[in-house]
């Protein structure tokens, strides 16, 4: 059986930066403390535990004093960053780019729809990480729809300044945008659509859906808490029947390949190369 791993799947630049900011500072200190997961990886998680990093709550970050913490690719709320100054704690950002870009176009959409008696909604998961400091940019007044079930918690009676999750899929928010326009109330109303998806992940769609396709069997690996993983993973079913979701090698299981030729090995912006590596490797042992 050949066994391939997809080029394209792995870490995005945003956690790059974020993990290589983590080692840089445990190299040099041995101990550091990161405000929620690092990144949506059980695996990785636990290899940067064994060099130091601590993992703390919002709730421990608000006790903590004279430290020093960083700030992973997810980003946070201003009020981290009040407390941060309160309590003098020294803050390592290592916010992505993207998502910085982002909090800064819903600041000043905020600012827009204060003027224009308009309603920041924003496309994405309640109480993900990225969410919680987008929500923060709007004085924590910005509505968030999951999906069109939520829909209605929007007022349309007045206009519409949309955003998107960077990790949303593009599909559902082109849904979301035509659903909105149908259902507000007056002509005179407008919305105003940012699709502020990051192309690390869009363009990893078309990718991985042809990748899918050129095997007979997709192991995807990913955290269980990566909204990305879990996406991309639907992509590969919907396009490969035979494609399984797993987070560490022990999950494999042999029954899978049976009648395999090639199996591919795909998986999330979070997933570590090495974590791939490992089940290619446990895979080729198979058969
Ligand atoms: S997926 Fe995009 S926005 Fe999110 S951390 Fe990666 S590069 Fe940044």
Request: charged share 25%; hydrophobic share 40%; with cysteine.
């Amino acid at each position: 059986m050949k066994v391939v791993i997809d080029p394209n799947s792995g870490f995005c630049f945003g956690v790059v930066y974020a993990i290589q900011a983590a080692e840089n500072e445990l190299e040099k200190k041995g101990t550091l403390y990161c405000l929620g997961d690092i990144v949506h990886n059980n695996m990785e998680v636990e290899r940067l535990k064994s060099k130091g990093l601590k993992i703390i709550s919002h709730e421990e970050f608000s006790q903590l004093t004279n430290a020093v913490v960083l700030i992973r690719a997810h980003g946070e709320p201003p009020e981290t960053y009040r407390i941060a100054l309160e309590n003098n704690i020294q803050l390592i950002d290592a916010s992505c780019p993207v998502v910085l870009r982002l909090q800064n176009k819903i600041r000043l959409g905020f600012d827009e729809a204060l003027k224009k008696n308009a309603q920041i909604v924003i496309y994405g998961k309640e109480g993900h990480a990225e969410v919680n400091g987008l929500v923060g940019q709007t004085d924590n007044s910005a509505i968030i729809i999951n999906d069109l079930s939520d829909i209605d918690k929007i007022d349309f009676s007045k206009s519409v300044i949309l955003f998107s999750q960077t990790t949303q899929s593009k599909d559902g928010f082109d849904e979301v945008v035509s659903t909105l326009k149908n259902k507000l109330k007056d002509k005179s109303l407008f919305v105003e659509a940012n699709d502020t998806i990051c192309r690390q992940v869009s363009n990893r769609e078309p990718q991985i859906s042809l990748f899918a396709r050129e095997h007979d069997v997709i192991i995807f690996v990913g955290g269980k808490k990566s909204s990305n993983g879990i996406f991309l993973y639907n992509v590969c079913l919907k396009n490969n029947n035979r494609s399984y979701f797993i987070s560490s090698p022990e999950e494999l299981n042999p029954v899978w390949f049976s009648k395999c030729r090639s199996a591919g090995v795909c998986g999330a912006t979070s997933t570590p190369r090495w974590l791939m590596e490992q089940v290619a490797d446990v895979i080729s042992k198979l058969h």
